[in-house]
């Protein structure tokens, strides 16, 4: 799934320091626009915590600031705390019905509970931006857990032609081909991205659910000792198995 998904290799403590330390001169407005830039690089770089804190002094000075509370919403999520991020993500709508970002934030924490509120959320936002890769991806995710396959599908194609590499539609479309009894297409196209040097966890079990869909238990088995214990395969294998036989 849709997964909240980008990566910068920047923690460096003097060059954050420098960018502190240059705070008090700058004006009220250039405050803002710097501390928000500081917390997207926090988030950008895995470290929610940080842009949660920075976002709750800067809404204390700037209460009602829908940049702010997007951005604590996207932390908040991130940090697994999905009533808080909710919250935010619907003061920001609330205000703003069309902002992306905070529909996409709302939908991806509705696609484990509600599915279908998820879906409907994502409708209105493709209305509005119909050529938008992210909202078209996790449209398909919430058609795929809604068991409507073919739509799912057309969905990931349908983001893949506006943006031909974008990992998550690739990947997502390639389980929703394992799940909905196409393992052998599942496999085309999951098993160049599970073997590329920078595949990562997620895309290789999605590699082996295929891989155990098409009865290669022992393929399967071998892909996810990349990232679990070998103690733990058998039984993630056996779990994949069953979904042969679910209803679809």
């Not at 992306?100 to 409907?120: E, I, K, T």
């Not at 209305?127 to 398909?140: E, N, Q, S, V, Y």
């Not at 009865?215 to 733990?232: C, F, K, N, W």
Request: charged share 20%; glycine share 8%; hydrophobic share 50%.
């Amino acid at each position: 799934m849709t997964s909240f998904r980008a990566s910068i290799p920047i923690r460096c403590v003097s060059w954050y320091c420098c960018l502190l330390a240059g705070c008090a001169t700058l004006p009220a407005s250039s405050q803002v626009d710097h501390d928000l830039k500081v917390a997207d690089i926090e988030l950008a770089s895995g470290a929610p915590d940080a842009a949660l804190r920075i976002m709750q002094d800067l809404a204390a000075r700037r209460p009602g600031d829908a940049r702010v509370t997007l951005r604590m919403g996207e932390a908040d999520a991130a940090l697994g705390h999905p009533q808080a991020a909710e919250a935010s993500f619907r003061r920001v709508l609330a205000t703003a019905p069309g902002n992306v970002p905070a529909g996409l934030g709302l939908a991806r924490l509705q696609l484990a509970s509600d599915p279908a509120g998820a879906l409907a959320g994502l409708q209105g936002l493709a209305k509005a931006g119909p050529r938008d890769a992210r909202i078209l991806t996790d449209l398909g995710v919430a058609l795929d857990l809604l068991g409507r396959a073919a739509e799912a599908q057309a969905a990931y194609h349908a983001a893949l032609d506006v943006d031909p590499a974008l990992l998550s539609a690739q990947a997502d479309l390639g389980l929703s081909l394992a799940i909905s009894g196409h393992p052998s297409a599942a496999l085309r196209l999951l098993g160049p991205l599970a073997r590329s040097a920078d595949a990562g966890s997620r895309v290789r079990q999605d590699y082996a659910l295929a891989e155990t869909l098409a009865g290669h238990q022992e393929q399967a088995a071998s892909v996810l000792r990349i990232d679990m214990p070998a103690t733990q395969v058998a039984s993630v294998v056996n779990a994949f198995e069953s979904l042969r036989d679910a209803p679809r």
